[in-house]
């Protein structure tokens, strides 16, 4: 007996690039939507889930939408309508589809939390016809609570899937030579933009707690080995490592990006230059935590000269290390 088989797309190669995700709007229901997910998650917040989930949803959920909401507001790319994290990571899947495309290759994006989800982005390159999938999570320097809570999402994903493709996952990236050449591009085109010559170059990384680091997380070591080869090849300027955005009132990785900068300019260093080599794309904690709340409270201890530089975006060097990374990988 003949059985018809429905029409199955194939011979494609699937990337899909990975973010940490934003709300879709600074509206407070996004925000506390948002946040509930984020703030859900095992792998970032690893407490007993029972006392957790009283304290998130009737406390951090009725509190914190409002003072989310409020940094969001701040740096909203409004002509767009989007955060400027969902901006930047839609344009780098856009640049490496136009550069791959003649490949097989099919590039799309994704958020761990918020939209697009992983999981609507591995059905529809099923259905584009994808039996290789390339997940690429933008992190340069792997944690715990970043990329392996991607790769939670995928297999849990595709736990729930009857197709299963091949699966490749490219790791932490933190010494790949063209990755460090991309950050002191971007340092020296700072460089060369300013009038002034800084006392000293702050890398701020996302902080993870302390705990995590003592249980064997080795994101602390691959911020540190960043740092210092960018400084083999940047000599200009002094770099030391920080660590921001803590949560909460356990004791997180040090020294603390806030605290450093409201102690520098009482040690004399008071024109500096801060990069975030730890994040792919500007986002709020970039653009309102930094270059924001960072530079006023730098002013404000007594400093004088403060200047942001961006995160790699969608440079082009930027663009080439992925697509570097990505055959690399494949």
Same mark, same amino acid.
Not at 77 to 87: G, Q, T
Not at 162 to 167: E, S
Not at 169 to 197: C, F, G, R
């Given at each position: ?5 429905? #029409? ?9 690039? !990975?973010? @940490?995700?934003?709300?879709?709007? #600074? ?32 406390? !951090? ?58 999981? $609507? ?11 290789? @999938? ?18 939670? *999402? ?9 197709? =299963? ?12 030579? @063209? ?13 060369? *933009? ?12 996302h902080g993870i707690p302390k705990k995590y680091f003592d249980k ?10 960043? #740092?210092?080869? !960018?400084?083999?090849k940047f000599k200009k300027v002094e770099i030391i490592t920080t660590? =921001? ?7 997180? @990785? =040090?020294?603390? #990006? ?32 930094? $270059?924001?709340?960072?530079?006023? $409270?730098? *002013? ?20 080439? %290390? %992925? ?8």
């Amino acid at each position: 007996m003949k059985i018809d088989h429905p #029409t199955v797309n194939y011979g494609k190669t699937g990337v899909l690039l !990975i973010n @940490l995700g934003t709300p879709d709007s #600074t509206g407070w229901w996004d925000i506390r939507s948002y946040l509930k997910e984020f703030l859900s998650d095992r792998r970032v917040i690893e407490v007993n889930p029972a006392v957790w989930q009283i304290i998130l949803n009737l406390f !951090i959920l009725t509190f914190r939408p409002s003072k989310t909401a409020k940094a969001y507001k701040e740096i909203w790319m409004k002509d767009v309508n989007k955060s400027p994290l969902r901006f930047y990571t839609e344009r780098q899947a856009e640049k490496l589809n136009n550069k791959m495309k003649s490949g097989n290759f099919i590039v799309d994006f994704a958020m761990r939390y918020g939209n697009p989800s992983i999981k $609507s982005k591995i059905e529809k390159m099923q259905k584009d016809g994808c039996e290789k @999938l390339i997940i690429f999570p933008l992190y340069p320097q792997y944690a715990s609570p970043t990329t392996a809570t991607v790769c939670d *999402e995928v297999f849990r994903s595709l736990m729930k899937m009857r197709w =299963q493709p091949a699966i490749k996952i490219i790791p932490h990236y933190e010494s790949e030579p @063209l990755y460090i050449d991309a950050i002191v591009n971007s340092i020296n085109k700072k460089m060369q *933009e300013i009038d002034w010559t800084p006392d000293l170059l702050v890398a701020s990384y996302h902080g993870i707690p302390k705990k995590y680091f003592d249980k064997g997380d080795p994101y602390h070591c691959y911020c540190q080995k960043t #740092t210092r080869l !960018i400084s083999e090849k940047f000599k200009k300027v002094e770099i030391i490592t920080t660590f =921001q955005s803590r949560f909460g009132p356990q004791e997180w @990785l =040090q020294p603390y #990006t806030d605290k450093t900068l409201e102690r520098l300019p009482k040690e004399g260093k008071k024109n500096i230059l801060v990069i975030s080599p730890g994040f792919a794309s500007d986002c709020v904690e970039t653009l309102e935590e930094i $270059s924001i709340q960072g530079k006023e $409270s730098f *002013e404000k201890a007594g400093g004088i000269e403060f200047e942001f530089i961006p995160c790699l975006n969608d440079n082009n060097d930027h663009i080439d %290390l %992925l697509e570097h990374l990505i055959k690399k990988n494949f």
